[in-house]
């Protein structure tokens, strides 16, 4: 499988999230918009998660470590679960990022390759994949 660890932020590779914030905080959100702190809302925000990841980061890695998780991009391509599929595995796929499998891959051969996915992020792979594995996706 290959697998990058950092991957880099592209068109299609940011998830939307929705959040409810009190008018207070609303406010003040804007009201630091507007002096200037920050160009909108949705960068003080993402720096406030940032600061937040940061402050968490060791906790973050011993419980990749521990629960083997892989951190960041994996991506499975047809040539990766055809090796697999001949050598008898079945891959147990847990990411904390983006878990990305390859278009061309048939829903066939992921049922027959991938015994689970865990993922902590964004799951990418075609609608048939998805409906494959969908009582392997946990």
């Known amino acids: ?7 880099k932020r592209g068109v299609g590779e940011t998830e939307k ?5 009190g008018v207070v905080d609303l406010g003040q ?11 909108n809302r949705t960068d003080l925000i993402r720096t406030a998660i940032r600061n937040q990841l940061a402050v968490h980061a060791e906790q973050v890695k011993r419980t990749v470590a521990r ?4 951190l960041g991009l994996q991506h499975v391509s047809r040539a990766d ?14 990411v904390v990022g983006l878990a ?6 048939s829903p066939e051969l ?11 992020g964004a ?7 998805r409906k494959a594995l969908a009582d392997r996706i946990l």
């Not at 499988?1 to 991957?7: D, G, K, L, Q, R």
């Not at 999230?17 to 914030?21: G, P, Y």
């Not at 990305?100 to 891959?105: F, L, T």
């Open 1 to 7: 499988m290959t697998t990058v660890t950092e991957p």
């Open 17 to 21: 999230l929705t959040i409810n914030l």
């Open 29 to 39: 959100i804007d009201l630091l918009v507007q002096e200037g702190f920050y160009s």
């Open 67 to 70: 629960r083997t998780l892989m």
């Open 81 to 94: 679960l055809e090796r697999a599929r001949h050598a008898g595995q079945r891959l147990q796929i847990q």
């Open 100 to 105: 990305r499998i390859a278009a061309d891959v």
């Open 110 to 120: 992921a049922r027959a390759t991938i015994e689970s996915i865990v993922v902590l």
């Open 123 to 129: 799951f990418h792979c075609s609608p048939a994949v």
